[in-house]
């Protein structure tokens, strides 16, 4: 009681003795800068300023001067009690450490930047970063025993995501939290700098509109803006999620679909290739989810794209040498592995010829490598995510083999030259761990009875594994138990989904709440799970855990030890000499 008062007294007085908060500078403080990339410098000064009493200094020197621009100073901003102070599209050429400091009103506060440049010249032609979406560790070793075989301790042989020289730990914090979600933990990759939950390519300052934070350059950007490199995004994730549209986006909102298309049609990638084809569409055509009447299927076939739609017509336009493909291949998310392949649940009776993310990637390999010039290819295998959200264990892991064979793809075509840098990383983790083997001969019928831990844990027995890596049969009688470490209420069975991807939690009678999906209840030996997230959660969360990164090719020696995610931009920069 003595110490929880004192700790209130203590609060007291912090109250009343700060003063009205600090302006905000943009960047932030230890932010990383690519020399000559392109960023908005935006000031907030806390009240009302006038133009004359505000002072920006760059290395104690008029930051108006030092970029050769007029700042734009704008009081009361979209109705906020604070003071804008911007600079649109700078950029610093000189490498070293910079001092921003602000003054208005007598109080001054100061960032520091690092201004990072790259050696003249290339070490690698091509960059192929993989995205394992919420890939986590738990994920690779099930994949392992999954596709490999585990026995007596031992694998049947490597993943391609494992066999490579390099390794780091990667920390993935945003700004505002620490657990990040997709956006910026992908604006993070692609653009060096950290941000906020779900924004893309932005700072994330008091803006009332989501298109006017600060800017940061991506390396989509860089890339069209400085050199004639091609840029390759493939998902199996709707494009316009934000992964893929972290390749190009600058928003504070992910969700403005309508938004990152034209994103994607202003950085124009050479290649595309995912779900989400309703935001593609002027929405008087039946099917479209845009706003406005833009038909971005004929802008992006007026600037050149085949445009496709199947697996089939992907193979024919690499066949007949398109430089620009445009795939989109399903209203919402492509069907995952385990669908695609196997089970034809899902989507797969309406889209039944979708390529995975091994087709995309071959295929964008094969239309990238005309460029004399080298390509960036961002490869994303997302659903490992949606199904641990969803608490889908089995779709989870064939989702990471899939990943694995697309990897495979990618290291056949490096192994021919030498030139190509291959990163495979997940944006963030899940909070997954294995945690034994369900095993049906086991007496009992719940979970609790089914499951063998240490000594009990048997190895699974799950078909023989076909070409591809995937076992030809997952409702076998002993499984992994992947456990996910966070879940809404549910009901639980430990058995595989046949029928389709898990449903966890329905809404509830309380508006906002989910409750266990009754559906699930009714599966043999299911029992009620109680949650342990807010009652407003109806899948499982992410995890503020470190990822791994593996790399191989020229430029990935410099992943080692633990890594804030900033420095896979800072790895992919450098070794494509993109300082200017
Ligand atoms: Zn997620």
């Known amino acids: 009681m003595l110490a929880r008062s004192l700790f209130a007294t203590a609060l007291l007085s912090a109250v009343f003795t700060t003063p009205v908060a ?113 890939f986590s560790i738990a994920h690779r070793t099930a994949a392992r025993i999954m596709s490999k075989g585990l026995h007596e301790g031992r694998y049947g042989g490597e993943l391609a995501v494992d066999d490579m020289p390099h390794m780091a730990l990667i920390s993935t914090a945003g700004t505002d939290s620490i657990v990040t979600d997709s956006a910026n933990a992908m604006s993070a990759y692609t653009t060096g700098h950290k941000s906020c939950v779900n924004a893309l390519g932005v700072y994330c300052a008091s803006n009332k509109n989501n298109l006017d934070h600060p800017k940061v350059e991506t390396i989509g950007d860089l890339l069209k803006r400085e050199t004639k490199m091609a840029v390759g ?92 493909i445009l795939g989109l291949y399903n209203t919402g998310n492509v069907d995952g592995a385990l669908d695609l392949k196997y089970l034809k649940k899902g989507t797969v009776s309406k889209f039944p010829d979708q390529p995975d993310v091994v087709d995309e990637t071959k295929a964008a390999i094969a239309t990238l490598s005309k460029n004399p010039d080298g390509f960036f290819l961002m490869v994303e295998s997302a659903r490992i995510d949606k199904y641990s959200h969803s608490l889908d264990p089995e779709r989870a892991i064939f989702d990471t083999i899939m990943l694995d064979d697309a990897v495979k793809a990618a290291k056949e075509f ?21 945690i034994g083997t369900y095993d049906d001969d086991r007496p009992g019928q719940t979970p609790r009875e089914k499951l063998g831990t240490y000594a009990d844990a048997a190895e699974p027995n799950y078909g023989p594994v076909d070409a591809e890596g995937y076992p030809t049969d997952i409702d076998v009688s002993k499984r992994i138990a992947l456990n996910f470490g966070t879940t809404p209420d549910t009901c639980f069975n430990a058995k595989p989904f046949m029928d389709g991807e898990n449903v966890p939690a329905v809404a509830g009678a309380t508006k906002g709440t989910y409750v266990e999906n009754p559906k699930n209840c009714e599966r043999p030996g299911a029992v009620h799970v109680t949650g342990n997230l807010p009652f407003d959660a109806s899948s499982g969360v992410h995890s503020g855990d470190d990822v791994v990164l593996t790399a191989m090719g020229p430029g990935s020696e410099v992943f080692h030890g633990r890594l804030d995610n900033t420095r896979v931009f800072r790895a992919m920069v450098t070794a494509l000499g993109l300082a200017k």
């Open 414 to 434: 490096a192994a021919k030259n030498d030139d190509t840098m291959i990163i495979v990383v997940a944006d963030h983790a899940h909070p997954v761990s294995i």
């Open 233 to 324: 995004v493939v998902t199996n994730s709707e494009i316009e999620d934000a992964t893929p549209a972290g390749v190009v986006a600058h928003t504070r909102k992910r969700a403005d679909f309508d938004d990152i298309v034209k994103m994607f049609y202003d950085v124009k990638p050479d290649v595309i290739m995912g779900g989400g084809s309703p935001h593609f569409l002027a929405k008087t055509t039946p099917g479209s989810k845009r706003k406005d009447d833009v038909d971005y299927l004929k802008k992006f076939e007026d600037a050149g794209y085949a445009f496709v739609t199947t697996k089939t017509e992907t193979e024919k336009a690499v066949a007949d040498g398109k430089t620009k």
């Open 22 to 134: 600090a302006q905000t500078i943009y960047p932030l403080d230890r932010a990383e800068i690519l020399a000559g990339s392109k960023f908005d410098l935006k000031v907030e000064f806390p009240g009302a300023v006038p133009a004359g009493d505000v002072k920006v200094t760059v290395d104690g020197k008029d930051a108006a001067e030092v970029f050769g621009m007029k700042p734009q100073i704008v009081e009361k901003e979209d109705g906020h009690d604070l003071t804008a102070y911007w600079l649109r599209g700078v950029s610093l050429a000189k490498a070293g450490k910079v001092k921003i400091e602000a003054t208005a009103a007598g109080k001054t506060a100061s960032v520091g930047w690092e201004v990072f440049d790259t050696p003249k010249g290339r070490v690698a032609k091509n960059v192929i970063l993989f995205i394992g979406d919420g």
